[in-house]
């Protein structure tokens, strides 16, 4: 699935007559809703939980722009690793917001300094809103949607994400 999503995205770049391509670092928070046990948590990240770059394909067709994302996201309960996405981006024309959506793969890890925890990977669906500020600087909420809420049995607890909002600033470098 991976290697599809990398093929598609490379290819979709051809198909453009010529595109723009742009290099962003993302820093988000998140909200999430977790259960262990059975128990639910939510949790808030006082500082990014999630640094990202991306490497989007702008080909000015019908203002859609593509997007794939490599990050890093480190949260409570053993949630924890690094993260693949492809994403579409629709900008509406005339103003500055836009509407995003996407699949993300949640690599979670063996992290050693957290002692180890479950290591399932996670897909998750995304939609999104975001707002230009300028030309270099976006603001962004979006909701992840995990299609297989249990990432793990560690240490006997059961561990599942419920769902995620994510609060995030992308600034375009290139």
Known sequence: MKKLLLILFLNSAVLYAQPSIALSFRGEVALSSFEVNNARITHFTKYPAVQSFSFAVDGSLNNFI??????????????????????????FPGVNYYLDTGINYHF?????????????????????LGYRTSQK???ELTYYYPLKQEYGFYDGRQYKLLNMVKFGVAIQII
């Open 66 to 91: 593509l997007e794939l994302r490599l990050g890093h996201m480190l949260i409570k309960e053993n949630y924890e690793g690094f993260e693949l996405g492809g994403f579409i981006f629709y900008n």
């Open 137 to 139: 600087i976006a603001l």
């Open 108 to 128: 979670n890890g063996d992290e050693p300094h957290n002692g180890g925890g479950p290591g399932e990977t996670i897909s998750q669906l995304v939609f999104g």
